[in-house]
């Protein structure tokens, strides 16, 4: 017996009262300082706000992320890397974040599909589109609303990243070449603005890139609820 996917890339997104934010880029590109700061202030204008990341977000989705990232868990090849991701990325669409967007909170998320298409679609080399459908396939199609991606030259990220020394990830290890097929894959994902995304200048000092990343923002936001009327569970 045979089967196949039944995703399929132009199948309608269903709509829900909530409004999702994703933050992407490569290895030190800010995106988790950016998206602390951005769910900050979203919640001190009233929304009710989930802040989570990837992998992780869920208690299984936290143990995929220790597995897949942590160094010495024995050899992970990309196939296997790009599938426990997508495992992760399907428990954390429809445990965490599509029922926050449900409830009409704004869900601000460090990486999400994109990451897969750089990291293992550009950077394993297994090919953007197929990964990029698996993942999509995994969250029954869940989109964010719109996609920051920091665009940070390779030099002044890996700059950045020269502080983390042994505490750097299995990711955040690889050499110089992968993570310029990953900043270059995220370069191309930017400029599809007509697919939700908006590039944002990620240098300099991080109060100038939160302002920068909440003129991005801002245009999605509706008026916030009142807490009594499903809001008030802040961040996560």
Known sequence: MT??????PASPRPPHPGTFVVLEGGDGSGKSTQARILAARLEEAGHDVVLTREPGGTEVGERLRELVL???QGEIDPHTEALIYA????????????????RGAVVVCDRYIDSSAAYQGAGRGLGEGPVTALSRWA??????????????PLADARERMGGRGDGADRLEAEPDAFHSRVNAS???????AERGRAAVDGTGAVEAVAARVWDAVEPLLGTPRPADEGGGEGLR
């Open 3 to 8: 089967s196949e996917l039944s995703f399929s």
């Open 70 to 72: 942590r160094q010495g």
């Open 87 to 102: 495992a992760a990325r399907a428990a954390h669409a429809h445990q965490l974040i599509g029922p926050a967007l449900e």
């Open 139 to 152: 969250t029954e199609d869940l989109q964010p609303d719109l996609t920051v991606v920091l665009d940070v």
């Open 186 to 192: 995220f370069a191309r994902l930017a400029e599809r």
